[in-house]
């Protein structure tokens, strides 16, 4: 079974600031993959960020870019130059090979909050 | 490419009705999965269907639940005599064996209130 721990129920920044949300899971698969989903107020999830568990380079995309540390199964999303509409729940999830022959395993999430 | 779209959004019923959701998957989709959410959580894996087999079921999934896919296109999940415990937001995912991100995509969600 797999497990995805989230230890930030909540962050608050100011807006342009840099935020790093905390992520850490376990697998005892070696095929896997990670993933940061957003869900904002309107609550439908909006895929963030992925990254496939055999490449040691980290994923980016645009402002959001993710620290994979694959040996203290640590998976972390940092947010650059912040927006209001960054505010939402972040959640760390994680599954199997494919990502699709099997559900993902979520953490309880991250709800992030931009101060104008 | 309009989305998964669920229905209703928002479903209010007594204890022990039965009730019924449906979700339309993004059209060329062939995996479809069904999520649980309670509040203060992240949604939980309760089944998922390629094309019209329902390939795996979490041991979330009681007796009183089921789902199904009849064509490999839409999908209802139907909860039979309700309890209060199923009070929930019930989200529903589709995404492609046949691209290599196989990335899940998640409908609104349908909101469920049992009274």
């Known amino acids: 079974a797999q497990t995805v721990t989230q230890s930030q129920p909540e962050m608050s920044v100011q807006e342009a600031e840099t935020v790093t949300l905390s992520c850490t899971y376990d697998?005892?698969?070696?095929?896997?993959?990670l993933f940061w989903y957003k869900q904002p107020p309107s609550r439908q999830m909006i895929l963030v960020i992925r990254?496939?568990?055999?490449?040691?380079q980290n994923a980016t995309e645009n402002r959001f870019s993710v620290n994979f540390q694959k040996a203290a199964k640590s998976f972390s999303l940092k947010i650059s130059d912040s927006q209001l509409g960054d505010t939402a729940m972040y959640f760390c999830?994680?599954?199997?090979?494919?990502?699709?022959?099997?559900?993902?395993?979520f953490g309880k999430g991250t709800h992030l909050i931009i101060q104008p | 490419d309009t989305g998964v779209s669920q229905n209703p959004r928002h479903k209010i019923t007594k204890r022990g009705q039965n009730v019924t959701f449906r979700c339309d998957p993004i059209?060329?989709?062939?995996?479809l999965y069904w999520y649980r959410q309670t509040l203060g959580q992240g949604p939980e894996f309760l089944t998922y269907?390629?094309?019209?087999?329902?390939?795996?079921k979490s041991r979330l999934l009681s007796d009183r639940f089921s789902a199904e896919r009849p064509k490999g296109s839409f999908s209802t999940l139907e909860i039979q005599r309700t309890e209060q415990g199923d009070s929930a937001m019930y989200l529903c995912?589709?995404?492609?064996?046949?691209?290599?991100?196989?990335?899940?995509?998640f409908g609104p969600g349908t909101r469920l209130t049992v009274l």
């Open positions: 990254q496939e568990a055999y490449k040691q």
């Open positions: 999830a994680s599954s199997y090979s494919g990502g699709g022959a099997d559900g993902l395993t």
């Open positions: 059209s060329e989709h062939n995996r």
């Open positions: 995912a589709s995404s492609s064996v046949t691209k290599s991100t196989d990335t899940q995509y």
């Open positions: 697998t005892s698969e070696n095929n896997y993959y």
């Open positions: 269907f390629q094309n019209e087999a329902q390939l795996e």
